[in-house]
Nanobody
Framework: QVHLVESGGGLVQFGGSLTLSCVAP????????MGWYRQAPGKERELVTS???????DYLDSVKGRFTVFRDNAKNSVSLQMNSLKPEDTAVYYC??????????????WGQGTQVTVSS
């Protein structure tokens, strides 16, 4: 089973930058689509970005041009570079992955969440 460990959250001023990282330690699994979700107070969790195993990306319209997602398949990791941060980006950010563990069922796993707060 995949356990995702997140890091990189924090407090940043308007227009600042942060980079979030997420890694899946261990072996015996194959990560497929990975991504980042976020959940702001009073809102449902939303998909911010996703990246397939071969590098195809998708972004929420509101973060296009500001956020960039990367993955390193050798390290079983995914990162989110966030630039030009706005107060509306304030949320708990969750790493997510789909994966196979040797059978034919595609599982999913979530990181513990990391708080990103952008001051206005």
């Amino acid at each position: 089973q995949v356990h995702l460990v997140e890091s990189g959250g924090g407090l940043v001023q308007f227009g600042g930058s942060l980079t979030l990282s997420c890694v899946a330690p261990g072996s015996g699994f194959h990560l497929t689509t990975m991504g980042w979700y976020r959940q702001a107070p009073g809102k449902e969790r939303e998909l911010v970005t996703s990246i397939t195993n071969d590098g195809i990306t998708d972004y929420l319209d509101s973060v296009k041009g500001r956020f960039t997602v990367f993955r390193d398949n050798a390290k079983n990791s995914v990162s989110l570079q966030m630039n030009s941060l706005k107060p509306e980006d304030t949320a708990v950010y969750y790493c997510h992955t789909k994966y196979y563990n040797g059978d034919y069922y595609e599982y999913e796993s979530w990181g513990q969440g990391t708080q990103v707060t952008v001051s206005s």
